[in-house]
């Protein structure tokens, strides 16, 4: 792979179909939340660890999200002792990711990029953006998530507007036809990069 792109934006603002995207343009794609959720599943590399200090973490053999959302609610230390387990674990994966993907390219959906520090291990970043109205409105069009809810997620996170501010990209994905354009225009800007590196 001779291309990390980072990819990011807030919750519902299009990471997912714009990476889908890059994938119909060729690139190979990883995405952060799908390798958590390998991570907690059945015979997933966080089951045993987490179990050993949080063993109420476990049903089923596998990490109960809902189960880490009380045990965080009551220790505040709990939150970054789960962090110190999954974050290497999600650097694993991915560095595994890149050594079996031999596209030139690497688009690599992580939500949280900017406030975990990995944009610092890519080539470059983009970052999706949208109006807050047209946000809240594909969030509640989902039916998992009430305007309350998407409230209190974005309180806690880096505001999109200075996700946009610190990317080397931004896609607009007002609607599919123009993020498609933006699409080609960044891969046309990495591809002249890499002809000159
Ligand atoms: C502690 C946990 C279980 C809390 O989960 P919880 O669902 O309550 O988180 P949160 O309220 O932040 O998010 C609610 C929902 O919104 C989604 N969401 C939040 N922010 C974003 C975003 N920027 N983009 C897309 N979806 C988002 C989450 O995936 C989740 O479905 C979870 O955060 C966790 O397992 N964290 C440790 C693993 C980790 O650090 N992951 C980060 C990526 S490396
Ligand atoms: N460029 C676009 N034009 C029009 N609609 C879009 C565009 N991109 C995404 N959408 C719509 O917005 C909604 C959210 O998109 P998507 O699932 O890609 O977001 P996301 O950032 O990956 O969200 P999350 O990470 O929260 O799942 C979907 O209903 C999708 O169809």
Known sequence: MRFKL????SIGMGKSTTA???ADAGCAV?????AVHRLYGPEGAAVAPIGKIFP?????????RDALRRIIADDATALKRIEEIVHPLVQEDREAFIAAHP??????????????????????TACVNVSRETQEARVLARGTMSADDLARILARQMPNA???ARATYVI????????RAQVQDVLKDIEQRLQHA
């Open 172 to 179: 607009e994905t007002d609607t599919l036809e123009h993020a």
């Open 162 to 164: 200075e996700k946009c």
């Open 6 to 9: 980072g990819l990011t934006g």
């Open 103 to 124: 596209q030139a390219i690497g688009v690599f959906d992580i939500p949280l990029l900017f406030e975990t520090g990995g944009d610092a291990q890519m080539d470059a």
């Open 30 to 34: 990883w995405d952060a939340d799908a």
């Open 56 to 64: 109420q973490a476990i049903e089923n053999d596998q990490v109960s």
């Open 20 to 22: 889908q995207m890059f």
